[in-house]
Structures are given as structure tokens and as C-alpha cells.
């Protein structure tokens, strides 16, 4: 892979500096690599070109600058206030490392799964296309010409492959190759089949029939199941969100009233702003999970 600037919408600095600085990161990059033993993968398969080592080392970045910039904030604050840094700024000094960090590495990942959720809204009715094609006596090159226009993200990778079989690469390899960079467990599938069909020189449009039938009943699968995780987690959003915090604060009050005993002022501002990101955070975790199908 080649060291390309990418997008990541955390990282502080325009792309092509902060991997610069990065890079002088290396050997932090290089030792921690191996604690995300899934990166190279999802970089691949997210399609962002960059090296896995640079990657780690502009997470170490990202880490340290947020590290420093909010654990250095927290302390001014906490010295202009009492005098000394307390315990809340390295706390928050660590906190704010981790969560960048740990955010930049899973960003390709994430990008992935977006890649999944694209792939798969028109994958059904991409397949139902090549199956009707193939089944009236195209050619599946043609059918796949086909295929490459109107279904989204589907269509882009069909895309690919047309142009890569027009190049002069055997339709087998290219296939088996657009399998391995999909994100897509189904697609993946999809492509194997066909490969495997055409390998064993037997009927294409029945391995294109089973595997759209398995792919349909996956959806509706998916939504059965959606509808019933979504009941605990309904709850767990009350719990956290509505109960814990009211009676927190109900009993801070009670506490104090009787043992007379001070509350920092910036508790209430981080229990506010602890909320937020929960909420936030929550709100993206359900969207996450909503299935996307296609009927």
C-alpha cells in the first residue's frame, strides 16, 4: 500500500500533516500494531491505501494531541480554581488518549461496515438482475454490464470487474478477487458461487438462485431480530440516561445536606456533558444496528 492522504474526520490536523508528524511516530506505531491485528484487513476492504504501521502512528498522534489538549485544559482550569491539578486531569489525560486512539484504528472498520450496508441495500436486487439475465441466456460477462448500473455501490464493484475482464484478466481471477475486497459476507458468497460454477462447469443461475433465496431470508431475519434486541436496549437507554442520573443527583444533594460536605462545581458540568456523549454515542450505536434490506 502507498502512504496516501485518507479522511478521517477525528484527526486535528488537515490529512497530508498529520501523517507527516506521524511518521516521526513510527516506532510507537510499529510496537503497537500488533495490538490491532485486524487493521490491515479493514484497510483493505474500506479501501483506504495506507501502510497499517503508519495508521497505528497517526492514532498514537491523534491520541497525544487530544491527550494534551484536554488533560491540559482540565488542569488550568483545576489550578486557577484550587491551586493544584487534582486528579481529574490526568485521569481525563489518560481517557482522552485511549479514546482517540482506540476511534482512529476502528475508523476502518467502520468505514467497512458502511461499505457492508451499501453493498448489501441493493445487493438483492442486483442478484435477481444477473439470475433473470443469466437464466434467458446471457452471457454473465453481459449480464454483469448490466449489472453495473443502477444498484449503487453493487454497481460500482461489477464496475470493477467489467473493466478489469475488458483489460484482458481472466473473468475467474477477477472475480475471486473482487470477493476478497468486499466487506460483504453475502457478497462475498455471491461471487464464490459463481466462481465456483464456473470452475466446475456447471449451471451458473443455480448458484446465483441459491445464494439470492439464502440472501432474502437473511434479511427478514435481520429484521425480526432487530425489532427484538431493540426492547433491552430501550431499557438500558432508560436506565442510563433518565433513572441513574436523577437519583445521582437526588442523593449528592441528600449527601451533602447532611455530612455538609462540598461538590465540586464541575461535576455538574460533566455530568451534563457525560450525558451528551452518551446519548450521542447510543444514537449512533442504534443506527448501527438498523438493519438495511431491500425488498
Request: proline share 6%; aromatic share 12%.
Amino acid at each position: 500500500m502507498t502512504e496516501e492522504p485518507i479522511s478521517i474526520p477525528i484527526v486535528p490536523f488537515p490529512m497530508e500533516k498529520a501523517l507527516k508528524v506521524s511518521k516521526k511516530l513510527r516506532f510507537i506505531g510499529e510496537k503497537l500494531a500488533p495490538s490491532v491485528p485486524h487493521l490491515k484487513k479493514s484497510l483493505y476492504q474500506a479501501e483506504m491505501d495506507i501502510d497499517p504501521v503508519l495508521h497505528v502512528s497517526l492514532a498514537v498522534f491523534t491520541g497525544i494531541f487530544y491527550a494534551f489538549m484536554m488533560g491540559g485544559l482540565v488542569a488550568f482550569i483545576s489550578i486557577m480554581a484550587t491551586g493544584s491539578i487534582g486528579i481529574l486531569a490526568p485521569l481525563l489525560f489518560v481517557v482522552f488518549f485511549f479514546v482517540p486512539f482506540w476511534y482512529v484504528n476502528f475508523y476502518p472498520a467502520l468505514v467497512a461496515k458502511r461499505r457492508v450496508s451499501d453493498l448489501e441495500k441493493n445487493l438483492l436486487f442486483a442478484l435477481r438482475h444477473l439470475l433473470i439475465e443469466v437464466r434467458a441466456g446471457v452471457p454473465l460477462f453481459d449480464a454483469m454490464v448490466g449489472v453495473s448500473k443502477g444498484y449503487g455501490s453493487v454497481s460500482e464493484e461489477f464496475r470493477k470487474i467489467v473493466q478489469e475482464v475488458n483489460s484482458g484478466r481472466d473473468q475467474e481471477d477477477v472475480l475471486d478477487e473482487a470477493a476478497k475486497r468486499s466487506p460483504s459476507l453475502y457478497f462475498r458468497r455471491a461471487l464464490w458461487q459463481v466462481v465456483n460454477a464456473l470452475q466446475g462447469g456447471s449451471d451458473v443461475s443455480k448458484a446465483l438462485e441459491a445464494i439470492t433465496d439464502n440472501f432474502a431470508d437473511r434479511q427478514i431475519n435481520k429484521i425480526n431480530r432487530y425489532g427484538e434486541e431493540l426492547n433491552p436496549w430501550t431499557m438500558m437507554y432508560m436506565i442510563v440516561a433518565v433513572i441513574l442520573p436523577s437519583i445521582g443527583i437526588t442523593f449528592l444533594i441528600i449527601l451533602t445536606s447532611l455530612t455538609g460536605m462540598n461538590i465540586p462545581g464541575i461535576i455538574f458540568p460533566l455530568i451534563i456533558f457525560g450525558l451528551a456523549m452518551f446519548q450521542f454515542f447510543f444514537m449512533g450505536f442504534v443506527k448501527s444496528k438498523r438493519p438495511s434490506v431491500s425488498f
